[in-house]
């Protein structure tokens, strides 16, 4: 259970995997030997074994939320991974990033993209997960690795890591025009297109139809 209460328009249900449903079908095989591919706007991309990161970054666990931005929390969520800002330490001295990067796309198996704030992605809370409640990430929560930022909805925590592009521009990935640049959960920043009160009344009707959709993709 979460200890503080939830976000504005928010309801508290199980976690469950749920996203857009065309892709709802893919399940990726997590890889013996993941590796993460650093790009972008860089001076030396590269791809990194994932468990080269683990032996050099330090392991962090946290209890936090993931709030879907349909209206939904799944609260209490124990993860247990690397924190972002560490890892992006090991990239940057890696990769060398632009200056002028102020942008991060993550990328998972399953084509899945999305893109925060280089900022946002820097915050204490913001980790690379590999475990969720003291097991092994399973295919349905985003094996092998999963990005966690539970200060931002939930289209932008990426299941299926595999990727990482440091940008200097904005790029609305795969939720598009219904993503928000930044995706705040404090601040209700729902989409980029009518105020978020607005977007929680809409969720809340469409919610049912959109699940509906999103489960006869997974049976299809």
């Known amino acids: 259970m979460s200890s503080s209460p939830l976000p504005p328009g928010q309801s508290e249900e199980p976690m469950r995997r749920f996203g857009l ?112 409640g003291g097991e092994p990430l399973t295919a349905d929560h985003g094996a092998p690795l999963r990005l ?12 299926h890591l595999c990727a990482v592009e440091y940008r200097t521009r904005y790029d609305p990935g795969s939720a598009r025009w219904a993503a928000h640049r930044r995706g705040r959960v404090a601040r209700e920043e729902r989409s980029a297109l009518l105020p978020g009160w607005v977007w929680r009344r809409i969720w809340r009707r469409a919610v049912p139809r959109v699940r509906a959709a999103y489960d006869r993709a997974v049976e299809g």
Do not use: N
């Not at 879907?68 to 924190?83: D, E, K, N």
């Not at 972002?84 to 084509?111: I, K």
């Not at 966690?148 to 299941?159: D, E, F, L, T, W």
């Open 21 to 132: 449903p065309q892709f709802a079908r893919i399940r990726p095989v997590a890889p013996e030997r993941p590796v993460l591919v650093v790009g972008g706007t860089v001076r030396r991309p590269a791809q990194i074994d994932v468990a080269e990161l683990f032996s050099s970054a330090r392991r962090v666990e946290q209890v936090s939320d993931l709030h879907c931005v349909t209206t939904w929390s799944a609260t209490g969520l124990r993860w247990s991974g690397l924190r972002f800002g560490e890892v992006h330490e090991l990239l940057a001295e890696r990769v060398r990033p632009h200056p002028s990067c102020t942008w991060v796309v993550f990328t998972g198996l399953d084509g899945f993209r999305s893109c925060m704030a280089l900022s946002d992605a820097l915050a204490d809370d913001v980790q690379l997960a590999d475990r969720l």
């Open 148 to 159: 966690v930022a539970p200060g931002h909805y939930g289209y932008k925590s990426v299941r």
